[in-house]
């Protein structure tokens, strides 16, 4: 298979799912609260069902794409997408959004393994960095397009989400032509998530929780953070959103960064900057230059640190793709729920600039971990 003929299909799936069915509700939580008259913390708690949905769906995806194969998992996933976004559009309390919010999280953990599955099946291994780099870089994608979103549907939360799940739909359909019927040809080995696996890489199970705990905080609170800050207009909170997707994008250069400097000095450079941006939050919320210089430098680095994830993860389990990237990201996952919980938490208790601070100090310390 042509390398563009699965990234691009691939690029959208991921766009869907993390950036409009997942990350999309942290940009539009002020409306999504004001609507339901939520407290921080349930916010929080909410939040955390997108990360905790992952934990086991991205179990489930990895031990069936090992069996089956990607096709399955990645039309499963964009049918959670499309489902989920649905119910949050129609949501008329908060037990329904937090289903929704099941499913829509849900959707971002079943589709990671089976793409690197698919690539390792279909894409020549010196392209299969790159692809998987550039594949991950699709969430940025869809930050941009829920920014844009904002801009222009504020505050009709409800029809925003609607939109998106007529986007998913189409991917979907995308997808479901694309992506081979024919399994029989499957080169990787069967596995499981087993804690012989876990304790065989240590570092990137501590690392991949740290920095999806230091993650959380900023996706879930970072608009909303500088929206009680500052005295910006609502294009301006819109564009905060829009700059962590477009600088994200860079992400799919992960691959080439990795190759030319390596995968420690890549994990520590990356890891700082993920770190600095909410410290920068904390320190001046209300400056619309350092809060934009946040937002440019986190979704460089947390987006480059997934990418990573998913090179460090295929290397260490070398054997079977799916796995490789199934470890890392339900690390990462299980960083991000106790992370948002926990941000909630402390937000209403020692408010913004504290909480962002510490997180940003984890981040910061969790960078200096040795890959190896």
């Not at 990895?62 to 194969?69: L, N, Y």
Request: with cysteine; proline share 3%; charged share 10%.
């Amino acid at each position: 298979m042509k390398f563009t003929k699965l990234v691009f299909p691939g690029v959208t799936m991921i766009a869907v799912t993390y950036g409009l069915a997942r990350y999309s509700y942290g940009l539009l939580l002020p409306n999504i609260h004001a609507t339901f008259g939520m407290s921080d913390l349930v916010s929080g708690i909410i939040s955390s069902l997108f990360y905790l949905a992952y934990c086991f769906t991205i179990l489930y995806s990895t031990v069936k794409t090992s069996r089956k194969g990607p096709r399955q998992m990645i039309l499963l996933a964009g049918s959670f997408a499309l489902f989920g976004l649905l119910i949050i559009s129609g949501a008329r309390s908060e037990w329904t959004l937090a289903l929704g919010v099941l499913l829509a999280g849900g959707s971002t953990g079943l589709v990671s393994p089976p793409y690197g599955a698919a690539i390792s099946l279909w894409i020549k291994e010196p392209l299969q960095g790159k692809a998987n780099t550039w594949i991950n870089s699709g969430t940025s994608i869809g930050i941009v397009v829920t920014g844009m979103a904002a801009i222009l549907l504020t505050p009709h939360w409800r029809m925003t989400y609607l939109i998106y799940a007529a986007i998913a739909l189409i991917v979907l359909i995308w997808n479901y032509k694309i992506i081979p019927k024919e399994e029989s040809s499957l080169r990787f080995e069967q596995g499981r998530l087993s804690l012989s696996a876990l304790k065989g890489s240590p570092s990137i199970v501590i690392g991949s929780i740290l920095m999806g705990a230091s993650s959380a905080c900023f996706w879930t609170f970072s608009r909303s953070y500088i929206e009680v800050s500052g005295d910006y207009t609502n294009l301006e909170l819109s564009l905060f959103w829009i700059v962590i997707g477009l600088f994200g994008t860079l992400s799919g250069l992960g691959g080439a960064v990795i190759e030319k400097i390596g995968l420690q000095a890549t994990y520590t450079i990356f890891g700082v900057m993920m770190g600095v941006a909410p410290i920068l939050l904390a320190v001046a919320p209300g400056n619309l230059f350092l809060a934009y210089t946040a937002a440019a430098l986190f979704g460089i680095a947390n987006l480059f640190m997934c990418g990573l994830l998913i090179v460090w993860g295929i290397r260490v389990f070398s054997s079977n793709a799916s796995l490789g990237i199934g470890v890392p990201f339900l690390m990462l996952s299980i960083g991000q729920v106790m992370g948002s919980i926990l941000a909630g938490g402390l937000v209403g208790g020692i408010g913004y600039a504290l909480t962002f601070g510490v997180y940003g100090i984890v981040s910061i310390v969790a960078s200096f971990l040795r890959t190896a």
